[in-house]
């Protein structure tokens, strides 16, 4: 869901620190010092929401609309933070202030501190944000950024007049979210996974036409979703890596766990190849609120191929009594590519208030707006959407829908990736 009080709170904060910052400057600040520091201030702030953002809070989901959105946030934060944090180097007076005893240099090791954690930002960024780079290598190399945090802290903290020996209030808001900044870096580093891993046990893995379902049973407590939430999925034992996240196809009363997963790359070509019954799987969640339940009415679910996994998981935990009318457009390749395509009609058969839409490229059909707007029974602008699926296929749709007078509130994607 598009919700936007977590980027609210993210401008709050730096508007906060530019009050107190430009409003009350220590007292022997000059013009350019003032700025400067303003934009290193305010670059620190971003990189603390950024290490806030990566705890995975259920509240932050909450504010931002989505563990998805809460990534695309932290990586334009990220991206913000590294560009004022240059122009803080470039910009700040690298002469010493009148009267300091060179040899007794108040700014070591400030000035050194600083300039690694811009260097080790720099890189971070480019790794971070290079999509070439393997996820496997690109997850434990982003690691890399608790460090330049540390470097940050340890830079404004040791500088000279500025925060420590006269006391500001915008150093103070710095010294408290430096705090808040430390532990939530400890915590996503050391205690995060732990929270709330559950054990789970294979028991079939079902090879279909370009994808894999996984069922899964739980060993003890099983894990409470919602239709269309996501989980991690760390498969246990040699070669396995890192965990991965998957859209929970099943419903949230069934006895098994079940995702559908296309191969894209190693890992999951991996499950479809290697993956045996009776292997131990810690599955970590749920995630996400791409929820179609408290939307109006009248409700488009659009799906683009493996995107089906959330409308299969809405669909299959929908209740005869259900009052909205639902068009499910399901976009595939083909009719052999449309996993499900049967279950699914068998299941809006007996439902009753669910239209089962397939699209298939190849004879030439497209999930288009013109092409609902032949099919729908009623106005574009009567319904609530929600997207899944290949990014130019929600993009191009997202775009279209708004040309055509849909606000962008009742437009709902969720993206398979974070990255
Ligand atoms: C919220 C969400 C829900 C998803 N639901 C489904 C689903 O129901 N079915 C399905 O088939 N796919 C789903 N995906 C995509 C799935 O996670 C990736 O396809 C899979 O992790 C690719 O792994 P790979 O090593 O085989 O491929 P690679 O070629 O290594 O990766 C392909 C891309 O997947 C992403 N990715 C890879 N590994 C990870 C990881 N460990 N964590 C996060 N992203 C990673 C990266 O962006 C990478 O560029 C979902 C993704 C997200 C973010």
Redesign the pocket.
Known sequence: MLRKYGIYAIIGLIVLFALLHLGFPPEQHDTRTTATTFLGGSAFLLMTCAVVLSTRAPILESLFG???RM?QVHRVVGVSAAILALVHFFGVPKELPAGVDPVANVLVPSAPLGMLGLIFLVIGLFVALN?KI???F??PTHKIMALVYLLLVGHFFTAPAIFVEQFSPSGLLLLISAIVGVVCMLYSLFGMNKRTALPYTIETVNAMER?TEIVLKPTGAALQFKPGQ?A?VEIQGKGW?????????SAPDEDHLR?????????????REELQPGATVMVRGP??RFDAANATEKQIWLAGG?????FLSKIRAMQPDDSRQIHLVYAAREEQDAIFLDELKRLAEKLGNVTIVPVFSDEGNFARVDMMKQKLPDALGSYEYFMCGPKPMVNGIMKDLKGEGVPRHRIHT??????
């Open positions: 989505g563990l998805d990534y999509r393997r996820y496997s690109w997850r994808a996501f991690f890596s890192e965990p991965h996240p998957f859209t929970i196809s995702f559908s997963i296309k191969v894209l790359g190693d890992w999951t070509r991996k499950v995630y996400g493996i995107g089906l996994t959330p969720e993206a398979f990736e974070f990255r």
